[in-house]
């Protein structure tokens, strides 16, 4: 089990909450203590914020623990099962995957520091070198290959340790380790194309209620830093940043079009960033996606521009051979629409997700004219109608990942050839957002991006994979995905 950035010790990604384990003078005080997602991290904020977020911040140049600190994901199932007390996440799973015999000798939670980008998870933890060892002794000693389940960007990190499993001077696996070590992958709530409300949480420190950090964890960094402090320390975590869109324009749309368009709306949701006047006579012109990353890059330090430019790419490739190129750049290895599905054919892929929340799109920003401000803009809370809640406009999805992020690489994305050379099948079950009015977790059938982990039905289906009968699952699909897919400008060969 692959947990994502909630359900993750430090963050949630895969591990639940981060563990201090320096002993130098200012991390004593916080040995073995959660400092994200915890109790402990609120009493830190309040009593002693400097030392807390000092600890949380990764080095700005190195994208590595800083000198005297050391802070590691938890480890365990009590790593992923709750969050804090009587706040569940991956505890009903392992309940049920326990009802059908799975134990500890048998299911393994590969909890993973988040913070990090996605190279430096093997540089200081051997993050991918771990989980391939574990996933080879499970196989070999089951005599059965194992079945891979992840959540939120630990979809994304399955996606990126199939390329780097495979490839020579990484994983050294070659062309046939998932072919002869995975059975198939349920990807949960997967962001393959990233989440856009990672794009305010850099670009101004506006999270709102990013329930891909965890509101509880949230509240904290709003109640009690700045929108300048908040936006530095999401940027000193280069990990979180792995979630920022891809696939650009092509996927997201341009100034006047976008793939998920309603026939009703008068602005365009390809209209990533839309400026009102603010304090200026005359508003900053409206952005794409494309347009809103490169801004991001031009108004951030060099240090943030560089960990990025680094770790993570964005665009699309457009052939075959392109893809292929691209197996020995692992830059492009998180993207799903710059690298292809491993040489696989008896895998099987499982996308689970929610839809019928409405979740961010798109934004209205102004720019600040306050001198003593290190962030230039800030979503224009002002402005409201026209589909926008305060600035923010919404759209389908599960109230974290958007429907196309979720969804298209399932429907259309890996069923073109050079993403998907071997075929690998995939099935895709959608599961409306259908709470219950009185239940603060919405109840059996909810759709919400975190709150799905205890669904009835995701459970079941878990199962139904995980007990060798996955053949048995239909798709199951009642958004608009297939028609907005077919609308998206990303061709075969």
Same mark, same amino acid.
């Given at each position: /089990? ?21 002993? @130098? ?11 994200? $997602? ?24 190195? @994208?590595?623990? !800083?000198? $005297?600190? %050391? ?60 989980? %391939? ?35 020579? $001077? ?26 856009? %409300? ?8 506006? /999270?709102?209620?990013?329930?891909? *950090? ?32 891809? $696939? ?29 006047? @603010? ?38 490739? *457009?052939? @075959? ?14 993207? !799903?629409? +710059? ?7 008896? *895998? ?18 102004? +720019? ?14 002002? #402005? ?24 298209? /690489? ?10 998907? !050379? ?12 259908? !709470? +219950? /009015? ?11 991006? #975190? ?8 459970? +079941?289906?878990?199962?139904? #994979? ?28």
């Amino acid at each position: /089990m692959i947990p994502g950035v909630i359900s993750t010790g430090l963050l949630s990604a895969l591990t639940q909450l981060a563990e201090s384990w320096g002993t @130098g003078e200012k991390s004593r005080p916080y040995f073995r203590k959660r400092l994200w $997602g915890s109790w402990s991290m609120l009493r830190a904020m309040v009593t002693d914020r400097a030392t807390w977020k000092a600890h949380v911040m990764l080095d700005k140049e190195t @994208g590595l623990d !800083p000198p $005297g600190i %050391k802070l590691r994901a938890a480890q365990g199932f009590d790593a992923t099962d709750f969050f804090v007390t009587g706040y569940w996440l991956w505890s009903k799973i392992i309940e049920n995957l326990a009802s059908i015999g799975y134990d500890p000798t048998s299911a393994h939670t590969a909890s993973y520091d988040w913070r990090l980008a996605y190279q430096n998870l093997e540089l200081r933890d051997r993050y991918f070198s771990r989980l %391939k060892n574990y996933i080879e002794t499970a196989a070999k000693l089951s005599d059965k290959k194992v079945v891979l389940v992840a959540h939120s960007m630990g979809s994304q990190l399955a996606h990126y340790f199939f390329k780097w499993v495979e490839a020579e $001077g990484y994983g050294d696996g070659g062309s046939r380790w998932v072919e002869d070590n995975i059975e198939a992958f349920i990807n949960i709530s997967g962001c393959m194309l990233g989440a856009v %409300k990672g794009v305010p949480a850099v670009l101004s420190g506006e /999270m709102k209620d990013t329930a891909q *950090l965890n509101r509880f964890a949230v509240y904290g960094l709003e109640k009690f830093f700045s929108r300048e402090d908040r936006a530095e320390i999401m940027r000193a975590m280069p990990g979180i940043s792995s979630m920022l869109p891809k $696939g650009g324009n092509a996927v997201w749309g341009n100034l006047t079009w976008a793939p998920d368009d309603s026939p009703s709306q008068n602005t365009s949701n390809g209209a990533f960033i839309k400026f009102t006047k @603010g304090n200026y006579t005359e508003a900053h012109a409206n952005l794409s996606m494309s347009e809103s990353l490169d801004y991001l890059l031009e108004n951030s330090d060099s240090w943030f521009h560089n960990m990025i430019r680094q770790s993570y790419s964005h665009g699309v490739a *457009l052939s @075959g051979a392109e893809v292929e190129a691209n197996q020995k750049i692992p830059q492009k290895w998180v993207n !799903p629409l +710059e690298s292809r599905l491993p040489f696989a054919p008896s *895998l099987k892929i499982y996308c689970f997700y929610g839809i019928g929340k409405p979740t961010e799109r798109s934004y209205y920003f102004h +720019e600040n004219n306050d001198p003593l401000s290190r962030l230039n803009v800030s979503i224009d809370t002002t #402005v409201s109608g026209e589909g926008s809640d305060r600035g923010v406009v919404t759209a389908e999805g599960d109230g974290t990942v958007s429907l196309l992020s979720a969804g298209y /690489m399932c429907v259309k994305g890996w069923r073109l050839k050079r993403f998907n !050379p071997a075929g690998v099948k995939i099935k895709t079950y959608e599961m409306p957002h259908q !709470p +219950e /009015m009185f239940d603060i977790r919405g109840g059996p059938n909810t759709g919400d991006h #975190v709150d799905i982990l205890g669904r009835q039905k995701l459970n +079941e289906l878990i199962l139904r #994979v995980a007990a060798g009968d996955g053949d048995s699952i239909s798709d199951n699909i009642e958004s608009d995905i297939v028609a907005i897919s077919e609308r998206v400008k990303i061709y075969d060969d």
